[in-house]
Every structure is written in structure tokens, then in C-alpha cells.
């Protein structure tokens, strides 16, 4: 099977967990039903990652998938960046190139760090804007070999070529300070939580003792709080 093909299929599942989940989970639920479901660790990381999203951005509808493109070519720090956001004609056009994005051309949205401009002290400020996968003048150069600790997992760097963006599509907010500085251990806790799930899946299947499950238990009922 071809890693393509893995992919989509990856893709596809967490496409029918996201629709299956009742709409009242919190997105720690979410990412622990989805581990519950997951056929491997990769599929775990997979909505763990989609739900922090969802809890960094609650304005976001449930549904669709979404990837957080921060990192550029000379890193991921605001010191470094270059892609850029500029007021046009009352509209945005986005220009940059985002050299590592997780989920790549299979999200329906992306959330996209760029430079909206320099503040008086020299600094920039930074937005964080919702570009439609499918706009025009989005490309992707999706990555040839996978990354060995989430196999199937999709990447890929994103380019932007003065992309054509509404007012409304800007996130409301500083794009590094208030958002993107967040959101490491709000991931981390929610592919932890999804890795748990999973975890509990493969000790109802092969019968772990009982002292195992109750550490599991304890932990779930901790995240799902």
C-alpha cells in the first residue's frame, strides 16, 4: 500500500470520527474517543492534534480538519518570520512559504502565522488568518518519505502566492502572543489524552491486568474532568 493511499485513509477515518462524536464532548473528550477508536498511535496523534486546535480556536466549527502553519525555512520563531499579510483594496494578500505543516493538502482550512506589520518599538505584530486549502495561489509540495514516530500522518510546506483574503477570515487577537505561544501544551495534552484512549483500547483487547487498567481509568477520568 502506498503511503498516499495510507494517508487518505487516515484522512478519511478521522474525517468519520469527527462526524460520529457527540457534540457535547469537550475536545480532551474528543481526542480520548478518538483514541478509543484509533487503529494505531499515528490515527491517535492525528485527533489529538485536531482537537487542540479546536480548543485553542473554540470559534472553529467541529467538523472540518484543520492544520496550524507557524514554522518557516529558518524556523518557527517570530523572530524569523517572513510570510506576510498586507491590507489590499480593502482585502488581505497573503505571501510566504510554510515549510512544515502537519496534515498538509488534506485539511479543509489553514491557519496561517504571518507578519501583519512593525510596531513602533521595531517589533512585529502578527496575525493569524483562515485560508481555504483550495484558494488560489495555494500550493503544496507534500513530503516524499513519512516521519517514523507517526507513520501515515501526511506533511507538507505550503506556499502562498498573494492569496486574496476577506477581513473575516482574520483571527481575532496577536496570531503569535495570543494564539500560537499557547498552543504547545494544549497539544500536548490533547495527544496525550488521545494516546490514553488508545491505550485503554488495547488493554480491553488483550486483557491487562487489572492494577494497568486502573492506573488507565484514573488518568481518563482525570482528562475527561
Keep these: 500500500v502506498s503511503t498516499s493511499q495510507e494517508s487518505d485513509e487516515l484522512v478519511g477515518w478521522a474525517r468519520k470520527v469527527l462526524q460520529e462524536a457527540p457534540a457535547h464532548f469537550s475536545t480532551i473528550q474528543l481526542a480520548i474517543f478518538a483514541g478509543y477508536s484509533a487503529v494505531d498511535l499515528s490515527a491517535a496523534f492525528v485527533l489529538g492534534y485536531q482537537g487542540a486546535i479546536q480548543c485553542l480556536l473554540p470559534d472553529l466549527s467541529k467538523r472540518p480538519l484543520y492544520a496550524l502553519c507557524v514554522t518557516e525555512e529558518k524556523g518557527g520563531s517570530p523572530k524569523v518570520m517572513e510570510t506576510q499579510l498586507v491590507n489590499k483594496d480593502g482585502n488581505y494578500s497573503l505571501s510566504g512559504t510554510k515549510s512544515f505543516v502537519s496534515m498538509g493538502n488534506h485539511v479543509d482550512e489553514l491557519l496561517v502565522l504571518a507578519v501583519r506589520g512593525i510596531n513602533e518599538q521595531g517589533q512585529k505584530e502578527f496575525s493569524m488568518v483562515r485560508v481555504p486549502s483550495d484558494a488560489v495561489g495555494v ?87
Design 139 to 225: 500550493t503544496f509540495a507534500v513530503f516524499e518519505s513519512e516521519l517514523p514516530f507517526v507513520p501515515r500522518v501526511p506533511h507538507a510546506s505550503v506556499m502562498f502566492d498573494e492569496v486574496v483574503l476577506p477581513e473575516s477570515l482574520i483571527v481575532d487577537g496577536d496570531g503569535y502572543t495570543d494564539i500560537v505561544a499557547h498552543f504547545r501544551p494544549i497539544e500536548d495534552m490533547h495527544v496525550f489524552s488521545a494516546v490514553v484512549g488508545y491505550l485503554w483500547q488495547i488493554a480491553v483487547i488483550f486483557k491487562w491486568d487489572d492494577s494497568a487498567k486502573e492506573q488507565l481509568l484514573f488518568m481518563l477520568g482525570f482528562l475527561a474532568q
